[in-house]
């Protein structure tokens, strides 16, 4: 009998481990939270991007609370600027003390390459970008393994992402969007994620087949290693 439930536990121990090495190793999964909110991880690393922000700050998206009592320990979370609807001083404080967080923001993403330089499978680079009412805005590449994730923010301008080449997923907001399409410009993207939409906003004209509109909190989205 004892060999039995021996030999049960190795099965089950081994299938652990082959499936929390696969998540680590083969897939991400990006959820969205709300606004420019999102919450990426494979198995891993656990990366915030715009979050935590004040809950429903300029009429924009409301989100559960129970978002921030679900963050793992040691999470990093990047903030392309410091409007309400982004960021929220009062719970990055509390953030960072109760999960031991790693903040990076408009003031020290010249920290990012020490940062880099303990992840795996994951690089992380801040670009500066234009934004009305803030002088340091950035917007972020993210690429893990070889897929290339990228996370506008609030910026209008085309410039920047213009120098970015085969990206996955473009994470990016509807005023950046339609100057692309009235200026007839072509983003070098396979899938775009459209975020930062008030909650009863519609978008008008065609919409691209490879465009998904985040409007649903917990929506999630999966990129596989091998796709």
Sequence with gaps: MKNSQNKIFVIITLIFFMNFGYSQTDEIKIKFIGNCGMYLTDGNI????D???KSGAHKYMKYDENQLYNISENSIFLF??????HYSKKLVRKMKKKYNGKIYDN???NKLDDLNNTLNNFSIKAIKTPHSFTFKHYSYLITWHNK????TGDTGSLEAINGVKNIDWLFTNPWLFMNAKSKKIKIDTKMIGLYHLYPNQKIEGEIPKNMMILKKENEIITIANNQ
């Design 80 to 85: 392309t600027h410091k409007h309400k609807d």
């Design 51 to 53: 979050f935590p922000y």
């Design 107 to 109: 003031w020290n993403v």
């Design 148 to 151: 290339k994730i990228y996370f």
């Design 46 to 49: 656990n990366l915030y991007v």
